[in-house]
């Protein structure tokens, strides 16, 4: 069986149609003033999904997330909680709890009686407190720090309790607002996993906020990538990199080459374009559009060959040009390439092997050429 | 600093010399041995012991002590609130007018203040003495506990309080538990900013008291019009003393704060 990327679990509440969301925005707008935030938005999370709001600043994706938190009320729509409308519920009484971009740990509190806040505001017994906050350190492996201040723990481990904290009331939902940015790229992939197991393991359901979008690849099971308030796509990271449904998104994750052109046939579950680049791609798509309109095709670089000699078939999805810039990355070479109607596409190459015999090298002639599923048109 | 001109030598000895040697001299006159002030006659602290059994300065200062108490009690608690008012809710009618109103005492000419205090105690009929005092004091002291805590709570990160809200803390726990802890440094040194005016004030005092409130700055106005005596001079010692100390315990509890903030800020970029 063929799918898009590489399947991490069975886990696909969203393409059963009886599933019920375990979080619906219904049409929400949030206003600020003149600014629209959040612009009429409907969205469906299911329990127990890792779910991704992605998206430059500005987009709405914070907002959003204070919106489910309690901090900001829809200016309209709704906002469905496990079956309960939220809208009008204060955050101290909301089954929900965040954790802050900036940590936001009580300064004046030991690491533990900051684990411990939440559960003395529920009035739970002291012993059980004592009991669950432990249980907390060493799930976040921080025992021997709890009797520490926030200003004496390092980044990494000020996140740790801010995790803690967040998840000592076992709440329904948990909010992270980019939890991993304060964070060094070593520590942040180590944490990514972390969350991941985390998750899994506590059966929670975890909505992140974030702007970028490896970390959020890596982590959700469905991403939203957000623009000016609204949603541009909801689908799995493989969904989202391979099949984007958008110019936006396509150039919004990971590298792409847009290439422009005109549809010039389109039957038996295949589409050609006449692209202005001088040559015709030929690609597999269910329905694409009609002849005649416009469309665009992207396509990524890792998908596209480099060659010196032409493919056998160089009558499609085949494309003569000069190496224009090599980037050489290490686990991979990218190629820039001029088409010879003056367009720059890139090429990538993994670097399999260490020696390599011959390479190609600046301003000579070669091909690029990829395959019939190798991209996707866009029908904008 | 490592080169001192002449200049800057001199500079520096005239200027301490303009602010501080009337207070020396005051000061070490006030343990002469002789009665008159200005004649050296060896030391002595006679002074002190003769100011001790003074009953009407010791009653004035009894009445000093409590109203500088209560009024900074108050007033910090009302500026704490106005400090809040201010910096939470940015948007609110007549916010300029409420903050040109909190600010206007600071600049205000006391006898001004004064005068309008003992208009409006006259006006409505309100007997001057104790309570006319003290709510005078809160009226001007307030002003720069506002002044204090507000420039506390512009740094204040607000993500904490929404984190207190998140975990399950009504509004007013939050302000108990995580608001009023964080700042509660700089409401302190607002509350000794307050006590220190309040205990010599002179102009205010003077408009707004009564019989049986007379205040210790008042009372040795009113004695040195009657000529200088160096039991003044040795009640004055004693509360340049009780300003010094309560001005370098606020400046050091600000001092403190600004501290240890730099060294978490220090260590949270040294975390990451």
Redesign the interface.
């Known amino acids: 069986m063929k799918s898009l990327g590489n399947i991490r679990r069975s886990f696909a509440p969203w393409t059963d149609p009886d599933a019920k969301p375990f979080i619906t925005f219904r049409n929400v707008t949030k206003r600020f003033g003149d600014f629209t935030a959040v612009d009429d938005l409907t969205l469906n999370i299911y329990h127990r999904e890792f779910f991704a709001l992605l998206g430059a600043s500005g987009c709405g994706k914070s907002t959003l997330l204070r919106m489910l ?3 900001e009320r829809p200016t309209s729509g709704e906002i469905i909680l496990d079956g309960q409308d939220i809208a009008g519920i ?4 909301r089954p ?3 954790m ?3 940590y ?5 509190m030991t690491v533990e009686s900051n684990i411990g ?2 559960l003395r ?2 009035g739970m017994p002291k012993n059980e407190i004592a009991e669950r906050v432990s249980q907390m350190l060493k799930l976040v492996k921080l025992e021997q720090f709890a009797k520490r201040k926030p ?8 996140q740790r309790v801010a995790l803690a ?2 998840l000592a ?1 076992r709440p329904k939902v948990l909010l992270l607002d980019e939890p991993l940015g ?3 790229k070593k520590l942040r992939e180590e944490t990514q996993f972390e969350l991941m197991d985390l998750q899994q393991e506590l059966g929670l359901t975890f909505v992140v906020v974030t702007h970028d979008q490896e970390e959020a690849m890596t982590m959700a099971d469905r991403i939203a990538v957000m623009s000016h308030g609204k949603v541009i796509q909801v689908a799995t990271p493989a969904e989202i990199y391979e099949a984007p449904n958008s110019r936006f998104v396509a150039d919004f994750i990971g590298d792409v080459n847009i290439l422009d052109g005109k549809v010039s046939a389109n039957g038996n579950g295949k589409i050609e374009l006449a692209v202005n680049e001088g040559f015709t791609i030929r690609t597999a798509t269910a329905n694409g559009p009609t002849p005649g309109s416009a469309a665009g095709f992207a396509i990524r670089p890792e998908k596209m060959k480099v060659t010196r000699a032409a493919p056998a078939d160089a009558s499609v999805n085949a494309a003569p040009g000069e190496i224009w810039d090599i980037g050489y990355l290490g686990d991979m070479t990218v190629f820039y390439v001029k088409l010879d109607s003056g367009k720059v596409v890139k090429a990538s190459m993994l670097n399999a092997l260490r020696e390599v015999e011959d390479p190609i090298s600046y301003d000579e002639k070669v091909w690029v050429s990829f395959g019939e599923t190798a991209g996707v048109v866009l029908k904008d | 600093m490592s080169n001192w001109s002449r200049f800057n030598i001199v500079s520096v000895v005239l200027g301490f010399a303009f602010l501080y040697l009337p207070i020396v001299l005051l000061v070490v006159f006030s343990f002469n041995e002789s009665k008159l002030v200005t004649v050296w006659a060896g030391f002595s602290t006679k002074w002190y012991v003769a100011l001790f059994n003074n009953q009407g300065l010791m009653d004035a200062a009894w009445v000093t002590i409590r109203v500088a108490l209560l009024s900074a009690t108050i007033a910090t608690i009302l500026g704490t609130m106005a400090a809040l008012a201010l910096t939470r809710y940015t948007r609110f009618r007549g916010r300029l007018l409420f903050s040109g109103m909190v600010y206007a005492p600071l600049v205000m000419p006391e006898v001004i203040t004064g005068l309008s205090l003992l208009l409006l105690f006259v006006a409505i009929g309100f007997d001057r003495g104790f309570v006319t005092v003290t709510l005078a004091h809160i009226t001007f002291s307030m002003c720069f506990v506002t002044v204090v805590v507000q420039s506390r709570l512009l740094s204040f990160d607000r993500s904490i309080e929404e984190a207190a809200l998140d975990l399950g803390a009504t509004p007013v726990r939050t302000f108990l538990e995580v608001t009023l802890p964080v700042i509660l440094p700089a409401v302190l040194s607002g509350w000794m900013l307050a006590l220190t005016l309040s205990l010599d004030d002179l102009v205010i005092s003077s408009f707004t008291s009564g019989p049986g409130a007379t205040t210790l700055p008042m009372k040795i106005y009113s004695q040195v019009r009657l000529g200088v005596t160096p039991e003044i001079n040795a009640a004055c010692t004693l509360l340049i003393g009780l300003v010094a100390i309560g001005v370098v315990i606020a400046s050091i509890m600000t001092k403190r704060r600004e501290v240890q903030r730099q060294r978490d800020e220090q260590a949270a970029f040294a975390g990451r």
Do not use: E, I, W
Request: proline share 8%; aromatic share 14%; net charge positive.
């Open positions: 938190a309690g901090f204060p955050p101290y009484k929900v709890n965040m802050f971009q900036s936001a740990l009580f300064p004046h806040f939440g505001q529920d200003h004496q723990l390092s980044g990494g481990q000020r904290r967040s009331k304060a964070l060094d």
